[in-house]
Nanobody, 121 residues
Framework: QVQLVESGGGLLQPGGSLRLSCSAS????????MAWYRQAPGKERELVAV???????NYADSVKGRFTISRDNAKNTVYLQMNSLKPEDTAVYYC???????????????WGQGTQVTVSS
């Protein structure tokens, strides 16, 4: 099985910065796509940023220029550096990994437990 553990969330003022991390562990054969999603109260979960195995990245328009996604393949970890945070960034952030587990013949999505980010003055 593959497990994802997130960390780095918290409460901070507008304009502040946070770095989220998500580490995958378990019987992993390979990981290709890694991504961050978020879900605000009463809203649908949305894709924030994605990074491929070739380090190609894409961002939601709302975070472009402020957030940066990166990965450390040796550690099976994905990061989300969040700068110039705004109140509208308040949400539960979830990491998502597409991985092939050892002993499996297909890739599947794995989700982290979620970490709360609250931006408020």
């Amino acid at each position: 099985q593959v497990q994802l553990v997130e960390s780095g969330g918290g409460l901070l003022q507008p304009g502040g910065s946070l770095r989220l991390s998500c580490s995958a562990s378990g019987s992993i054969n390979s990981i290709n796509v890694m991504a961050w999603y978020r879900q605000a109260p009463g809203k649908e979960r949305e894709l924030v940023a994605v990074i491929t195995s070739g380090d190609s990245t894409n961002y939601a328009d709302s975070v472009k220029g402020r957030f940066t996604i990166s990965r450390d393949n040796a550690k099976n970890t994905v990061y989300l550096q969040m700068n110039s945070l705004k109140p509208e960034d308040t949400a539960v952030y979830y990491c998502n990994v597409v991985a092939l587990a050892r002993g499996s013949s297909y890739r599947r999505n794995y989700w982290g437990q979620g970490t709360q980010v609250t931006v408020s003055s």
